[in-house]
């Protein structure tokens, strides 16, 4: 169950491996922008993470890191409103993943789905390595660290969260019973102030003898809502409320970004492997080249022959990018031989030089100023680590690791 200050937290990653292109804009970036004017956010550079795929190519980490931030830049990713930072400068997440390590049991990361599936359809990649085995504890590590109430993933990413919630509940269940938490979550109790502390107990005693869930979740806000309470203590009434022990790590939900309806240039999903990609940078005419060239319902041969926008990519790319009447004007002239190819394609082509031309714009800002990405990426590691340590303070305590 994640508290509800957390609920306000999202955290989500992209591994620096090549460059972004408009299935990442569609499926993946569209979300974030949107995201980041109603939660707290920390988007990072998941540069550790490339590398237990990619250990072999230590040469392509550092370009890409940087055209990815500016490429989230462009599309409109402030970062006034959402912390912009690189996973590798914040070594807390590799702290944490390490202390996991300890009460994670090796069956759940060999069980997790990609571990198999990545081996199989890499295989030019040796990928038997205890680097990629605990990659998804390092994506729990990267969650938990900033108790995230919510993250953003696609399809392939939802069993990872489900590891970080298992993962997240065994630590709360072996470390959160600390001695006398009843007696010390009573002191917290107290520090609410009277009507505060009132309230709180008849909330949880609506929750805990009527399970009444609608209790719960408003003594959550309220303990969210308190100023004078220390991490620690907050940690106890979140815990006492639903009466399991200190709740230490928070259980985040993956909030499913609806796959991407963008397709590649062949009509398959956009993607590098499948070199089907419109990237991001993409000169406009080539972007304008690729899509002449893209294959349409190979019915048409010519002008006279009638298609099925069902059987044509570019069909895809009007569902994306066109008004109903441009896209009524194309199943009805596709159909009855009305346009040709060539002029159905043309409103796509318009529309996506419409759409990179500003981003492009003001990614050029960026790549001319290659300092001030540097130190848009360093606030950004600042913010990060000290999130991260706040939690990392906790978990150490824990396991009985502050006093030295
Ligand atoms: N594993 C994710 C991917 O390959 C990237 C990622 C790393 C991530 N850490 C994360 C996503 C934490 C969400 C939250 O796409
Ligand atoms: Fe595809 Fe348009 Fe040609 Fe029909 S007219 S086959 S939808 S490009």
Redesign the pocket.
């Given at each position: 169950m994640s508290t509800a200050d957390s609920q306000q937290r999202v955290?989500?990653?992209?591994?620096p491996t090549g460059a972004l292109h408009l299935g990442h804009l569609h499926g993946v970036l569209k979300n974030w922008v949107k995201l980041q004017h109603e939660y707290e956010c920390f988007f990072f550079v998941?540069d550790w993470?490339a590398l237990t795929t990619h250990y072999g190519e230590p040469t392509i980490f550092e370009q890409n890191t940087v055209d990815m931030v500016i490429d989230w830049l462009a599309v409109g990713i402030n970062p006034g409103s959402a912390a912009l930072f690189v996973q590798s400068k914040v070594p807390e997440h590799a702290e944490l993943q390490l202390l996991l390590s300890m009460t994670t049991p090796l069956s759940w990361l060999e069980r997790v789905p990609s571990y198999k599936d990545q081996q199989e359809k890499l295989q030019e990649k040796e990928l038997g390595t205890y680097g990629f085995l605990g990659y998804p504890l390092l994506?729990a590590a990267?969650?938990l660290i900033y108790r995230a109430g919510l993250?953003p993933?696609g399809e392939d990413?939802v069993a990872?969260v489900e590891l970080t919630r298992e993962v997240a509940r065994r630590f709360n269940h072996i470390y959160g019973s600390e001695p006398g938490f009843e007696e010390s979550a009573h002191a917290a109790i107290k520090k609410m102030g009277k009507k505060g502390a009132k309230l709180y107990s008849q909330l949880r005693t609506a929750f805990q003898e009527q399970g009444n869930q609608n209790s719960l979740e408003k003594a959550k806000a309220l303990v969210a809502e308190q100023q004078n309470v220390s991490l620690g203590d907050r940690e106890r009434l979140y815990g006492y409320l639903e009466g399991v022990g200190k709740m230490i790590l928070a259980e985040p939900q993956s909030l499913l970004t609806p796959a991407s309806k963008m397709p590649g240039l062949d009509g398959q999903k956009m993607s590098k492997s499948y070199k089907n990609t419109i990237s991001l940078r993409e000169p406009l005419e080539e972007v304008e080249k690729k899509i002449r060239t893209m294959p349409t319902d190979p019915a048409r041969v010519r002008l006279k022959d009638p298609g099925d926008p069902g059987k044509c990519p570019v069909w895809q790319l009007h569902q994306t990018y066109s008004d109903e009447k441009i896209r009524n004007w194309v199943t009805e002239g596709c159909r009855k031989a009305g346009i040709g190819c060539l002029e159905c394609k043309k409103p796509v082509i318009n529309s996506v030089i419409e759409e990179l031309e500003p981003i492009q714009k003001e990614s050029e800002q960026y790549i001319k100023d290659p300092d001030m990405v540097r130190s848009i990426i360093a606030e950004g590691n600042e913010i990060a680590r000290d999130r991260a340590k706040e939690t990392l303070v906790e978990v150490r305590a824990a396991m009985g690791l502050t006093r030295w």
């Open positions: 955290v989500s990653g992209m591994r998941a993470h994506q990267d969650i993250v993933v990413q990872h």
